[in-house]
């Protein structure tokens, strides 16, 4: 008997996953964020730097920007496998957006603790 | 097996006035592919220029308002719409794909009513974001 075990990566379904709890964390901080914004009408700079040096806030907007990167991620990556059928190309745009994603997340990271 | 099929011209090529005249892409269609075109604008440019806006407006109270300012430009605002639509048509787009990955509203009537839900929803949410911003 062959006991063979086919398992692939799994990381289709981890995408996937990935993808719709990073959406259900991100759709949570606009609505929030959008209340508080309005909650605070007319903004000021005052109430404007109030909301972001809020220690639960800036945790809340580092975790949409790392949600932002993985879902966007994902979702360029598709974009990208469905379309651009030249590999070297295809590799090149997936490097940019791994770098371009990065650096939102620490530009992000920078712009909260600074 | 003589047919209308058999008498159709074939192949058809997928050329560009064929895209746009002769193949309909049904309403979901359409969901679908403005979703991933809202998805890739908000990626690029308008998460770059959202951090940028942020930055700067947090900096001091002279970059707060130099983008006030600079945000009552004709221009900033016209990318201002465009970032609007791009960000309520993706979250409504987004809401309608996790109903129907939980199997809510996956029929073709259901499907068909509720794409062009999302589309009306994120024209009106945009309208609705600008009137208020203007």
């Given at each position: 008997m062959v006991n063979r075990v086919i398992v692939g990566a799994h990381y289709g379904t981890r995408d996937w996953l990935a993808q719709r709890v990073t959406a259900v964390i991100m759709a949570v901080y606009v609505v929030a964020f959008l209340a508080l914004v309005a909650s605070r009408a007319p903004l000021t700079y005052e109430s404007w730097k109030g909301l972001f040096t809020h220690g639960g806030m800036r945790v809340a907007t580092l975790l949409f920007a790392l949600s932002l990167a993985w879902h966007a991620w994902v979702g360029m990556r598709d974009i990208f496998m469905d379309y651009v059928k030249h590999d070297g190309l295809r590799l090149a745009l997936q490097v940019l957006t791994v770098l371009l994603l990065a650096g939102y997340a620490s530009w992000t990271i920078q712009i909260l603790w600074r | 097996m003589s047919s209308a099929a058999a008498k159709?011209?074939?192949?058809?090529y997928l050329s560009l006035p064929a895209i746009l005249f002769q193949i309909r892409l049904p309403l979901p269609g359409w969901v679908s592919i403005l979703h991933r075109l809202s998805g890739a604008l908000l990626v690029f440019p308008f998460a770059a220029w959202a951090l940028y806006l942020l930055d700067v407006s947090l900096r001091s109270e002279q970059g707060f308002s130099r983008i006030r300012e600079y945000m009552g430009m004709p221009l900033a605002k016209l990318g201002l719409l465009v970032f609007l639509w791009a960000g309520c048509h993706h979250f409504c787009a987004g809401i309608r794909y996790l109903a129907l990955d939980l199997?809510?509203?996956?029929?073709l009537r259901p499907a068909r009513i509720s794409s062009a839900v999302v589309i009306v929803a994120s024209l009106a949410l945009t309208a609705l974001f600008a009137a208020k911003l203007w």
């Open positions: - | 159709k011209q074939r192949p058809k199997n809510k509203g996956i029929a």
